[in-house]
């Protein structure tokens, strides 16, 4: 599970191996969790478009699919005597990481700044200044609520989940690089829900946050950069909607 080990003799990977694998990557892909978690609100609301309708249930929703997420993580690491520090959660290497985690910050918004302008010229029917979840927000609660969200299920959540299915890919699915391509454009995919420019900004980042990992051997870089994105992106939308 540590990427830093090397291979003393490289070996012919079973079909077994890649099965397994497999299966763990779909056990950590978001999948079994999400359709877990929407069963207790299904008690709740009859239609599952209820639930993006309220901000109580969005958080309850996305907190509950995190800690699924994460307990079955612990309990595949355990399976193979593995910690958090084997995909790279490595405190003794915090400073140099928080740095560049930081200094991804404006290449982010940059971005976001890009491919919205190109979506606003080139792509104007899906174009959105505004995004759906969001406008749900009406109080500082509510802030706060969204906040300790994207922290623990953006920042934390998704990217101990990218290092564990780009590690499975490293060693037995074809490389680091394709598992690379192939979960950024599955984790755009996920916020489809936000509108196709967020899915297009979403893959961009996943990208991005996976090859720093993949560069640095460390998840904090990305996982800074990821949840304070997030964080002031929430803030920035709160102040300008109230000063509006």
Known sequence: MNRSEPLLMPRRITKAERLRALFEV????????SVLATIPFSLRVRRGAAIIQDV???????????????????????????????????????????????????????????????????????????????DLIHTPQELGLFIISVILAGGIKEELQ????????????????????????????????????????????????GAVYIARENIIAPIVAHGLYDVLTLVGYWFTRTNA
């Open 26 to 33: 779909f056990l950590l892909s978001g999948i079994v969790s």
């Open 56 to 134: 109580h249930l969005i958080v309850g929703f996305v907190l509950l699919e995190a800690v699924i997420t994460l307990i079955l993580l612990a309990l595949l690491l355990r399976a193979y005597n593995g910690t958090a520090e084997d995909l790279g959660l490595r405190w003794r290497e915090w400073k140099p990481n928080l740095f560049i985690g930081l200094g991804l910050l404006p290449v982010l918004f940059l971005l976001n700044l890009i491919v919205s302008e190109a979506f606003r010229v080139f792509l104007p029917e899906h174009f959105t200044n505004r995004n759906p979840l969001t």
């Open 162 to 209: 990218r290092a564990f299915i780009l590690t499975r890919f490293e060693h037995y699915l074809g490389g680091v690089r394709l598992g690379l391509v192939l979960w950024s454009i599955a984790f755009g995919a996920a916020h489809y829900i936000q509108g196709m420019q967020a899915t297009v900004i979403a893959a961009l980042f996943g990208f991005i946050f």
